[in-house]
């Protein structure tokens, strides 16, 4: 059975940074994408990035440019570098990889941005 296990949440002051980690317990090319997401209290999930097998990324409007997807094959392991943090970014993150229609979701992280 696919595990993910995510880790490197806590409490940041705002203009902070952290760094997600999303271990993964299989190859993680035996996925089409691995990603982050996050639920705000009282919101819906949503989508914060994404990185394909081919290494492609894609990230949400509201994160460009402050933060980075990556991964490391040799660990199967995905990254969410994230600088520059602001009070709405406060949510649960979770990371998912998905076969096809196939998702998998860790038990989420969570990260607090606040003075």
């Known amino acids: 059975q696919v595990q993910l296990v995510e880790s490197g949440g806590g409490l940041v002051q705002p203009g902070g940074s952290l760094k997600l980690s999303c271990a993964v317990s299989?190859?993680?090319?035996?996925?089409?994408?691995v990603g982050w997401f996050r639920q705000a209290p009282g919101k819906e999930r949503e989508l914060v990035a994404t990185?394909?097998?081919?290494?492609?990324?894609d990230y949400a409007d509201a994160v460009k440019g402050r933060f980075t997807i990556s991964r490391d094959n040799a660990k199967n392991t995905v990254y969410l570098q994230m600088n520059n943090l602001r009070p709405e970014d406060t949510a649960v993150y979770y990371c998912?990889?998905?076969?096809?229609?196939?998702?998998?979701w860790g038990q989420g992280t969570q990260v607090t941005v606040s003075s």
């Open positions: 990185i394909n097998v081919g290494a492609r990324t």
């Open positions: 299989i190859n993680i090319f035996e996925f089409n994408d």
């Open positions: 998912r990889a998905r076969i096809l229609s196939r998702h998998t």
